[in-house]
């Protein structure tokens, strides 16, 4: 089992940058997929990115891609979301959640049932 906690939530002007980590205690990461999902206020929690434990596949929301990038570092037992271009509509709570032993194919959905760890979220606010 691993516990995951979010940081590097702030507030940026549209078009900034934030990276966002996210870092696990207990076991290895080696054999988790590990996704981001966002939760704008009013709305429901949207999945973000996925990248995968077998080779480190990455996939994306369609209208994030070119600005959001996921990576890990297991070594280090997180895994980053550079946002870049940020948008008003950026804006949200963020999530990341963890699946162990998942197929690609699943982490490709980004779907929030198949992940049954979460960290706490950390808050990102674009605005003027």
């Known amino acids: 089992q691993v516990q995951l906690v979010e940081s590097g939530g702030a507030s940026v002007q549209p078009g900034g940058s934030l990276r966002l980590s996210c870092t696990a205690s207990?076991?290895?990461?080696?054999?988790?997929?590990i996704a981001w999902f966002r939760q704008a206020p009013g709305k429901e929690r949207e999945g973000v990115s996925c990248?995968?434990?077998?080779?480190?596949?990455?996939y994306y929301r369609n209208s994030l891609k070119g600005r959001f990038t996921i990576s890990r570092d297991d070594a280090k037992k997180t895994v980053y979301l550079q946002m870049n271009s940020l948008k008003a509509e950026d804006t949200g709570v963020y999530y990341c959640?963890?699946?162990?032993?998942?197929?690609?194919?699943?982490?490709?959905?980004?779907?929030?049932?198949?992940?049954?760890?979460w960290g706490q979220g950390t808050q990102d606010t674009v605005s003027e």
């Open positions: 959640a963890a699946a162990h032993n998942v197929e690609d194919f699943f982490c490709s959905l980004v779907r929030p049932y198949d992940f049954g760890t």
């Open positions: 207990g076991r290895s990461l080696e054999h988790y997929a």
């Open positions: 990248i995968s434990s077998s080779d480190d596949s990455d």
